[in-house]
């Protein structure tokens, strides 16, 4: 046994209250009092656990000082995956710490010489107690925090949820010193033991005795440490502080364990095995267990290969198959790991666009850059051999890559215009007179109408109210006057955005020599239209630009098409034609075609070139420029516009799709609406629309939720749904296969549910209390991914899928659905003229598929028989 108190262990002379290590045994953090507030101290272990490192100035001692409680901290524990550190004290609250992502080497406030090395934020505030908090426990799969108070109640929150109470206790007539769980997560005592089992073999070497360790410390200094094997403790040191014993922790191997006491010091003690004894394995713990209590449910799913024999040699030589593919596996794993572990914030981005306004003045076009998110995951194991990673303003700089640009930008001078307005600044042909700013920017004749209405049978039309308008030019005449203020004009304001509640006031023009002025009519703005019918929905129509541009790509760079349409080829003084320009290579003029009216998008492929009109139309041209079909004629404008190779999707306006096989000429889906979809709530909007493989429409809302329309069904389809609680429940992470079979390529059913797969992983530990929830939740997520990915035809998904189902199913011991799955590989044993049975599916060959699942089923020797029932007759088939 060796037993030491580290000096520089201290919060400068003030009491140490609590104190827990790290669960992988690198950390340890201290709570108690600082100068004048509540401070919490992190701690390297590896200085206190050998001499070297204590003596090595480069390894640091102190990783990180938090001082942001209020009052003195009085418990300090971390939660059971490391990743969150809890601390309550007198100031009655409750701090949940997590590692920020970015690390620097900052300075302590009001220190001299402290450095924090790791930086730990608080992510959480918990309030709910009336008095001083004075311990914490989180429960075995960190579900749940609970936490006591001199108040006489305990509070048990949702872990997964801050800062919800799930329930508050108050069976206590006095106030509340400790609380721990049970080792099952269900009960809650009001008062800590080694958490391992220990077994030593007697000194005659013929019996293994286990027991249970338990340290304690008490007011008069002193630490004792008891075995239940023995009547009298195992040791006990007496004056080892100078002051009372406040806190114990042991570490999770079972072998350390660190003493706090209220004069500011901390003692550590580690056991040799010899002493302690010798901590039992996983499997070694659930076979005592099993031998005193019997089989329970959750034991039944933990197979033993130990009691189950092995009917079948090929069984045994496929788990070696087996073993071999999981260290493989491992590896690979770990690899992908090893990259992930350092994440880099995302610097500024090495690319900038620059154009040049009608004035010839540069302009940078403002790109958005999302900030990354300042919270890391669960913090890696701190060795001596860490290094702190600073940031430092010696590192190079990017370097920023400008992309000029010829087109001329238009900049709007008005501030008070909406984006896409512009159809309402054109010239109209009117006899009435109109009013004329003397801006440099308005040249043309702008009349003055109400606002946002479409009447075309009126002449007047109203733009938004500019900032100030002092001088006006009046046709008639050729003097100047300026505008004569009306009795009731209102207040002079300030120049600027207007108010979202003032409406714009109608501009009146009056000709010289008239008495009466002519008054715009009045236009009442009609009622919004009710979701009853289809035509509820309107999408944004697209706008037509001056200049567009798109790159076709092609197997070879050398092939590359750059298409480029311009708006605006001036003919004449009065009139201007629109071309669509084909590049290949370096600038390389290929092919060139007119069109009949502006150009509002473009797309293309290897196989086909669209381009959306103005006048509700589309233009279909192949690579060489030839003019494929007659111009498609399209009930409304165009919202969206897509293709895929010879596929192209439109949605129109009025919320319809369409999906074209230019290729073949013919519909694949005919003015299907997205009312079905979109008319549930009046604030879903259209995210992406894209098409699949096989030419479906596959449309993403706001909602988080992803369709798909099956031609066969003739009807839209669900796939994905990132706020699905039944995906969240699921517990399927640790039976996922490593998908580095995907390698790197971007598939459909991932990337739409990439945004709600973060917290999958930690809501699944709600249901772990449920077992039969959670499995029927698991299933239940597996089959829809199947069906999605079929639908989808994703062939790497389905095989992606359908391996994770046959874990989870091997592993949960559910032979009938297995039986099912495996019937629907292996198909009829004889063929017949009448067979209608698919021996491929997404391009996948079944006996293959079957072949991996039964080497999954033989990892579970519980469905061996299943497992030699399939292989022969799967070999009989191939015979």
């Known amino acids: 046994m060796r037993l030491l108190k580290p000096s520089w262990i201290s919060h400068d002379g003030n009491p140490i209250f609590s104190l827990d290590i790290h669960p992988d045994g690198t950390r340890l953090a201290t709570g108690g009092q600082g100068e004048d507030c509540g401070r919490i101290v992190i701690w390297n272990m590896a200085p206190i656990i050998n001499d ?33 550190l809890a601390s309550g004290g007198d100031d009655k ?80 007539s006095g106030l509340v010193k400790g609380v721990s769980w049970d080792p099952v997560g269900k009960y809650l005592a009001s008062q800590k033991f080694n958490p391992n089992i220990l077994s030593k073999t007697s000194k005659d070497g013929n019996k293994v005795q286990h027991y249970c360790c338990c340290a304690v410390g008490s007011r008069d200094r002193s630490l004792s440490v008891w075995l239940t094997a023995l009547k009298r403790p195992l040791v006990v040191i007496h004056d080892l502080f100078a002051n009372s014993v406040m806190d114990i922790s042991w570490s999770r191997k079972g072998n350390q364990l660190t003493v706090c006491s209220w004069d500011g010091t901390v003692a550590y003690v580690d056991f040799a095995p010899e002493e302690i004894g010798r901590p039992l394995t996983q499997d070694e713990h659930s076979s005592m267990h099993q031998k005193l209590y019997g089989k329970s449910l959750a034991m039944n799913n933990q197979y033993d290969s130990m009691t189950t024999i092995i009917e079948n040699p090929d069984v045994l030589k496929l788990k070696e198959r087996l073993k071999e593919r999981e260290q493989i596996d491992q590896q690979q794993q770990q690899q992908q790991e090893t990259l992930k572990c350092h994440p880099t914030a995302k610097g500024p981005i090495n690319k900038q666009i620059e154009t040049r306004t009608a004035d010839g003045r540069r302009r940078i076009t403002p790109m958005f850059i999302a900030p990354a998110p300042d919270l890391g995951d669960a913090p890696l194991p701190f060795t001596s051999k860490s290094q702190p990673t600073f940031s430092s303003s010696t590192e190079s700089k990017s370097k920023i890559i400008i992309e000029k640009r010829d087109e001329v930008v238009c900049i709007n001078s008005n501030s008070n215009s909406n984006v896409g307005r512009t159809n309402l600044l ?80 109608p501009i009146i023009a009056t000709p010289i020599g008239t008495s009466t002025p002519l008054v715009a009519p009045v236009i009442e703005k009609p009622a919004r239209e009710p979701r009853s019918g289809h035509s509820s929905l309107h999408l944004p129509a697209l706008k037509a630009e001056k200049m567009l541009t798109y790159k076709v790509s092609t197997d070879k760079k050398e092939t590359n098409l750059l298409l480029e349409l311009d708006n605006a080829v001036q003919v004449s003084a009065t009139m201007c034609v629109h071309k669509l320009k084909c590049t290949v290579g370096e600038g390389k003029s290929c092919w060139e075609v007119l069109l009949h009216s502006r150009g509002v998008a473009i797309t293309g492929n290897s196989n086909a070139i669209t381009v959306a009109c103005e006048d509700n139309s589309l233009s279909i041209f192949s690579n060489l420029g030839q003019r494929l079909v007659p111009s498609v004629v399209l009930p409304s ?64 809302l706001s909602s988080g939720k992803s369709y ?22 699921s517990d399927h992470q640790s039976f996922m296969p490593s998908q580095t079979v995907f390698n790197g390529t971007v598939l459909p059913l991932a990337s739409l549910q990439a945004q709600g797969r973060k917290s999958f992983q930690q809501a699944s530990r709600l249901f772990r209390s449920m077992p039969a929830v959670q499995q029927a939740s ?102």
């Not at 209405?453 to 009126?458: F, K, S, V």
């Not at 009025?654 to 096989?661: E, L, Q």
């Open 708 to 729: 798909i329309f099956s031609n066969n069904m003739a009807c839209w389809m669900l796939i994905s749904n990132t706020d699905d609680l039944i995906q969240q429940y």
């Open 93 to 172: 609250v409750i701090m949940i710490w997590q590692t920020s992502r970015y690390l620097s080497g900052s300075s302590v406030f009001g220190s001299s010489g402290k450095v924090n090395v790791e930086q730990w934020r608080c992510v959480n505030t918990l309030r709910g107690h009336a008095g001083d908090i004075l311990d914490l426990a989180w429960s075995p799969h960190d579900v749940w925090l609970a936490s006591c108070s001199v108040d006489n109640s305990l509070i048990v929150w949702n872990a997964i949820n801050f800062p919800e109470i799930l329930s508050t206790l108050r069976g206590h």
């Open 426 to 505: 054109t010239p109209v042909k009117s006899n009435t007179p109109t009013v004329t700013t003397t801006s440099p920017v308005a040249s043309t004749p702008v009349t003055i109408a109400p606002e946002n209405i479409e009447q075309p049978e009126i002449t007047e039309k109203v733009v938004e109210k500019p900032k100030e308008i002092k001088q006006i030019k009046v046709p008639d005449s050729t003097s100047k006057r300026k505008l004569d203020a009306d009795d009731n004009r209102p207040a002079k304001r300030r120049p600027g955005r207007p108010p979202l509640g003032e409406k714009c006031t």
């Open 52 to 84: 070297a490192d204590e003596r090595d100035e480069n390894v640091p001692k102190m990783l990180c000082q938090m001082d942001n409680h209020l009052a003195c901290v009085n418990c300090v524990r971390w939660s059971n995956n490391g990743k969150f």
């Open 637 to 700: 404008a165009c919202s969206r516009l897509q293709s895929k190779d010879c596929y192209v999707m439109v949605v129109t306006s009025k919320a319809h799709v369409f999906v074209w096989d230019v290729k073949n000429e013919k519909i694949i889906v005919k003015n299907e609406s997205l009312y079905p979809i979109m008319s549930t709530s009046s604030d879903l909007s259209l995210v992406t629309s894209t098409i699949t493989d096989s030419g479906c429409p596959l449309i993403t």
């Open 778 to 879: 698991t299933i239940s997520f597996l089959d829809s991914q199947l069906s999605a990915a079929l639908n989808l035809r994703s062939s790497k998904e389905y095989k992606f899928w359908l391996l994770t189902l046959a874990r989870y199913l091997t592993h949960e011991g559910n032979e009938i659905r297995l039986r099912e799955l495996c019937n629907g590989l292996l198909g009829p044993l004889q063929k017949t003229v009448k067979t209608t049975w698919d021996s491929y599916i997404l391009g996948l060959y079944k006996h293959d598929l079957l072949n991996e699942i039964l080497l999954i089923i033989s990892s579970n020797l519980r469905l061996q028989r299943l497992f030699t029932e399939y292989q022969e007759q799967l070999d009989l088939l191939k015979s």
